[in-house]
């Protein structure tokens, strides 16, 4: 007899001894989300791929009492549960996030454009900028006609994911053209405004207030 032999030998006894299989075995279990790493013949970068650099790091967001809040120059303010969220529009969207430290970070993007948040709060006609507040109290702006122009979108899945949480859960501004600190997230409040001189987090500090990729990096 081969070791081989032997082993199936051994094995052998080793399940006859657990007994048979039950026919009726515990529920399934859901299958554990999978990212994906490629999308119509592209390569796709992880999640794991973000240098999480934020102002204070992650904010905890409560879910049950999380609301999107859209108000300013409004002609009336909206308000949105993670719920009814989910229930709008979404679209997909391959876009590049590129920090100004020099890392990029291509991803599948899939969320909900701010075109048709923006129908439930109609930005009155003096409104020019938008301007993104955060959970963990960063804000950034971009002009409404390029928000519109670029139909830009707010995700809440990357990769197929939902959104984790060191990403901007539950919503990151996905800022196609934008340099990464146009990328608002964990986003809780959309201000209308006619400011067109606003300057949030990084902008105060000298960066781009137009922050477009194949722009300058800073104002001064
Ligand atoms: N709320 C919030 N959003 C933010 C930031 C932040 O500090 N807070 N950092 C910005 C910057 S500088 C970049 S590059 C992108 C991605 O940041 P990450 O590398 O920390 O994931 O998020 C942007 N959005
Ligand atoms: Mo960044």
Known sequence: MTAKHWLCLLLGTMVSAAGPAPLLAAAPQPLKAVEIREYEGQKLGSVTDFHENSIQGAPAVDIGKYRLLIDGLTEKKA???????????HTKRLIELNCV?????????????????????????????????????????LPLKEVLARDLIIADRINGLTLPKEQGYPFILVAQDKWGYKWARWIVRIELSRNTNYRGYWERSGYSQAGDLDGPILDR
Do not use: N
């Open 79 to 89: 308000a949105f549960s993670y719920g009814e969220l989910q229930k709008m529009p």
């Open 101 to 141: 430290e020099g890392w990029t970070v291509k991803a599948l993007w899939e969320g909900i454009p701010l075109r048709e948040l923006l129908k439930a709060a109609p930005p009155k006609p003096e409104a020019v900028t938008v301007v993104f507040h955060c959970a963990d109290g960063y804000d950034t702006s």
